[in-house]
């Protein structure tokens, strides 16, 4: 007797649904390991110790940081995308399970980002 | 500069032994941190749930790749490991230190002792899948008969080739565990995900072990957004560890095979005795 979950993960778009995510999760985790290497290596370069304490988190300091190469725009943009990724992988599986039909899969999917979202709003409405 | 390249050789050192024993680098950063560099507890957990995230993520693709990671079951669980890490990321700015530093050196204390009897299953399975794992197209289907009908169907879209789930109820319970310890330690949820899919669900190892690994990103980044927001991640602090348990935990994973375990795993028990004492006596302070 196979079970009904092999039958599935046998068809072909569900196997191009996982080799996506995959790429997703590797080209994420590689973009982030590169902007933290950069955020680090202006670090090194400014003489700013690991134990000093960095700025605090704002999103809108980030693009003049980028531009002026302080190390906190390449550091915090590379957190963002370290974070981010797992939210993206789930929205990809969402789109590919809604495309598909599975609206079991997409209802999972879509209250896991709901549930990203949730952390989001409470951490901000609680440091607001 | 000379703090950088410690805190990156430390991270090094701590992607190196986790991903050697198949544990989350989490169990040894937050120790690292806490002990060597004298960080506040809450940002060594923000920090080791950002490493974690980052060594999961690229070997959680390659999983994927090779379709050892049950993506449907991985994310049917990690529902509830997202809503018990929303919970713990949430309560650990609540707790006091000292409570957090005595329930990590119990942590400690059982992995040491975990590690230190004879191996039936994978420790954590943070990391790796154990290669040794068995073969899941050669299990059997068990019998359902113990499960709600009404779960049934569901329940068969989330099992694999050759294997059968069950008793998703342990799994969702196991999976809030999982969160709620990942977020107030900075683990990775592996102690907890791997035996309950395995020895309750009827999961075999090694895709237990990968669904683990698939499952870290969303259970550390619904309490690392939490930790972000709230201050509680440095990024001067962060990058060196992470850049550097990256770069231990790819290594490890490639010279596992070179090297003696045993060796390895039983010096690893004493350091882990080592530092449960020295959180034990940092809570105790």
């Given at each position: 007797?196979?079970?009904?979950?092999?039958?599935?993960?046998?068809?072909?778009?569900?196997?191009?649904?996982?080799?996506?995510?995959?790429?997703?999760?590797?080209?994420?985790?590689?973009?982030?390991?590169?902007?933290?290497?950069?955020?680090?290596?202006?670090?090194?370069?400014?003489?700013?110790?690991?134990?000093?304490?960095?700025?605090?988190?704002?999103?809108?300091?980030?693009?003049?940081?980028?531009?002026?190469?302080?190390?906190?725009?390449?550091?915090?943009?590379?957190?963002?995308?370290?974070?981010?990724?797992?939210?993206?992988?789930?929205?990809?599986?969402?789109?590919?399970?809604?495309?598909?039909?599975?609206?079991?899969?997409?209802?999972?999917?879509?209250?896991?980002?709901?549930?990203?979202?949730?952390?989001?709003?409470?951490?901000?409405?609680?440091?607001? | 500069?000379?703090?950088?390249?410690?805190?990156?050789?430390?991270?090094?050192?701590a992607?190196?032994f986790g991903?050697?024993l198949g544990l989350g680098g989490g169990i040894l950063i937050v120790p690292l941190l806490t002990l060597a560099?004298?960080l506040p507890l809450i940002e060594a957990v923000g920090v080791s749930l950002?490493c974690v995230?980052?060594?999961s993520?690229?070997?959680?693709?390659?999983?994927?790749?090779?379709?050892?990671?049950?993506?449907?079951?991985?994310?049917?669980?990690?529902?509830?490991t997202?809503?018990g890490a929303?919970v713990g990321g949430?309560v650990a700015?609540?707790l006091p230190e000292h409570l957090l530093e005595l329930i990590f050196a119990g942590l400690l204390a059982y992995v040491a002792v975990t590690m230190a009897r004879?191996?039936?299953t994978a420790p954590a399975g943070a990391s790796?899948?154990?290669?040794?794992?068995?073969?899941?197209?050669?299990?059997?289907?068990?019998?359902?008969?113990?499960?709600?009908?009404?779960?049934?169907?569901?329940?068969?879209?989330?099992?694999?080739?050759?294997?059968?789930?069950?008793?998703?109820?342990?799994?969702?319970?196991g999976s809030l565990g999982a969160g709620l310890a990942s977020a107030l330690l900075g683990i990775g949820g592996g102690l907890i995900k791997v035996p309950t899919?395995?020895?309750?669900?009827?999961?075999?190892?090694?895709?237990?072990?990968?669904?683990s690994?698939?499952?870290i990103?969303?259970t550390a980044?619904?309490s690392a957004?939490?930790y972000?927001?709230?201050?509680?991640?440095?990024?001067?602090?962060?990058?060196?560890?992470?850049?550097?348990v990256?770069?231990?935990?790819?290594?490890?994973?490639?010279?596992?095979?070179?090297?003696?375990?045993?060796?390895?795993r039983?010096?690893f028990v004493v350091i882990l005795l080592y530092t449960a004492w020295q959180m034990l006596q940092r809570a105790m302070?």
């Amino acid at each position: 007797m196979t079970p009904a979950g092999a039958d599935r993960r046998a068809d072909p778009s569900e196997t191009r649904l996982e080799h996506s995510i995959a790429r997703l999760l590797t080209g994420g985790s590689y973009a982030a390991i590169a902007l933290l290497a950069v955020g680090f290596g202006l670090m090194l370069v400014n003489g700013i110790g690991p134990l000093t304490r960095g700025p605090g988190f704002d999103v809108t300091t980030i693009p003049g940081d980028l531009l002026a190469l302080r190390p906190a725009g390449f550091l915090w943009l590379g957190l963002i995308v370290v974070l981010a990724t797992p939210a993206s992988r789930v929205m990809a599986a969402l789109i590919g399970y809604a495309r598909r039909g599975e609206r079991r899969m997409s209802l999972v999917a879509a209250l896991i980002l709901l549930v990203i979202a949730l952390s989001v709003v409470v951490a901000t409405g609680l440091e607001g | 500069m000379t703090d950088g390249l410690l805190l990156l050789g430390g991270g090094v050192a701590a992607g190196v032994f986790g991903s050697l024993l198949g544990l989350g680098g989490g169990i040894l950063i937050v120790p690292l941190l806490t002990l060597a560099f004298g960080l506040p507890l809450i940002e060594a957990v923000g920090v080791s749930l950002v490493c974690v995230i980052m060594t999961s993520g690229a070997a959680a693709g390659v999983y994927l790749e090779r379709r050892v990671a049950n993506l449907r079951l991985g994310m049917t669980l990690e529902l509830f490991t997202a809503i018990g890490a929303l919970v713990g990321g949430l309560v650990a700015f609540l707790l006091p230190e000292h409570l957090l530093e005595l329930i990590f050196a119990g942590l400690l204390a059982y992995v040491a002792v975990t590690m230190a009897r004879p191996r039936e299953t994978a420790p954590a399975g943070a990391s790796a899948p154990a290669a040794d794992g068995p073969d899941p197209a050669t299990l059997e289907p068990v019998s359902t008969d113990d499960e709600p009908s009404s779960d049934r169907p569901f329940i068969e879209t989330l099992s694999g080739p050759g294997y059968r789930v069950h008793r998703l109820g342990w799994g969702v319970v196991g999976s809030l565990g999982a969160g709620l310890a990942s977020a107030l330690l900075g683990i990775g949820g592996g102690l907890i995900k791997v035996p309950t899919m395995h020895v309750i669900m009827g999961v075999p190892l090694r895709v237990a072990t990968a669904t683990s690994n698939l499952m870290i990103g969303i259970t550390a980044s619904a309490s690392a957004i939490i930790y972000l927001i709230r201050g509680g991640i440095d990024p001067y602090a962060a990058a060196p560890t992470a850049i550097g348990v990256f770069i231990g935990a790819s290594f490890g994973s490639r010279a596992a095979h070179r090297i003696d375990l045993r060796i390895l795993r039983g010096l690893f028990v004493v350091i882990l005795l080592y530092t449960a004492w020295q959180m034990l006596q940092r809570a105790m302070a």
